[in-house]
């Protein structure tokens, strides 16, 4: 029994500090979010190989910078995320995404040619105009020097070429390899799609990306190997699915806003993951509920 601690704040406090307190809070999610950064903070020190798993809809915000900024600490081994991280990262490279609100009126947006991501406000020509434009010359040139592609490969090269700031050159910049098992779900798809209807030679080996992280877990037995979570779907599903195949994950970080009532796969927490086999019995793990434009930031601020 550990008695429950104050909170208690002063001007100039580090963020470090602050979520040491949450640990200690004995709050409801507060404690969670002080676990995360401590095993974080333990995965770093045991050079865990560590895959970084989330979702695109982040990337249209400011959180764009903190997975950067994670990506640059030297964390951060393997990257899963979907399609959409690719047009969001692009495309705000570029072009401003803009802050709206929730409850605008969807049917004036549409008049005015704007899209709404949430209560992001993305004007139509600084999505899938930008993209185009920038697709489209960089496949050219990637089809004068081979016609088969694997998505890894693809995504390095563009990320060479990408500003500082984006999340694909933050990832070349320390080897860090993007999988995108669904990337025909998205602007970044499509583009390949329209591509390969002008081209059938062009082609790409989706395989090839299985094969290559079936090595980095088959090769992993000796090795402690961990993950960060944040959100669901494909993203999440992909990381844990191959890990169970070493036997689980040794480390495991969840960040989701997602029910577990319904089933879905995004709501499912650790300890279902556990019967899989997908995270290991004695594996630290922590679950936070909440959202991750704020925790994340706050994450790796104190990391």
């Known amino acids: 029994m550990k008695p429950v601690e104050d909170v208690r704040t002063r001007r ?17 999610t507060a404690p969670k979010l002080g676990a995360a950064v401590e095993i974080i ?9 560590t895959f970084l ?21 030297g964390i951060v081994n393997h990257i899963i995320t979907t399609a959409g991280t690719v047009d969001h990262d692009l495309a705000r490279s ?12 969807d049917a004036v947006l549409l008049r005015e040619k704007k899209y709404r991501l ?10 899938g105009k930008i993209i185009e434009e920038k697709m489209m010359p960089f496949l050219e040139k990637e089809y004068e020097k081979k016609k088969k592609w694997t998505i890894t490969d693809l995504l390095r090269d563009l990320g060479k070429q990408m500003k500082k700031n984006s ?3 933050a990832a070349y910049e320390n080897g860090v390899d993007v999988f995108i098992p669904g990337y025909t779900d998205g602007s970044f798809g499509s583009q390949l799609w329209s591509f390969w209807e002008m081209n059938h030679d062009f082609a790409i080996d989706s395989l090839e990306d299985e094969h290559r992280l079936s090595e980095i877990v088959f090769n992993s037995a000796k090795r402690k190997m961990g993950a960060i979570i944040i959100g669901g779907g494909i993203s999440k599903h992909h990381v844990i699915w191959w890990n169970q195949f070493r036997g689980g994950l040794d480390y495991a970080i969840y960040i989701t806003t997602a029910q577990e009532f319904d089933g879905s796969l995004s709501g499912a927490q650790p300890r279902e993951a556990v019967s899989w086999g997908k995270i290991k019995p004695r594996a630290k793990q922590v679950l936070i509920e909440g959202e991750a434009t704020v925790l994340l930031p706050l994450i790796v601020a104190s990391l």
């Open 94 to 105: 570029y072009k401003n995404y803009y802050r709206g609100d929730f409850m605008l009126n």
């Open 118 to 127: 949430g209560n992001v406000v993305i004007p139509q020509d600084h999505y």
């Open 167 to 169: 999340i694909l050159n």
């Open 53 to 73: 798993s989330f979702t695109a809809d982040i990337v249209s915000t400011g959180t764009r910078g903190a997975i950067v900024d994670l990506i640059n600490s």
């Open 41 to 49: 903070k333990e995965m770093k020190k045991n050079k865990v190989e």
């Open 12 to 28: 100039g406090m580090k963020v470090s500090e602050l979520l040491y307190q949450f640990e200690h809070s004995g709050g409801f």
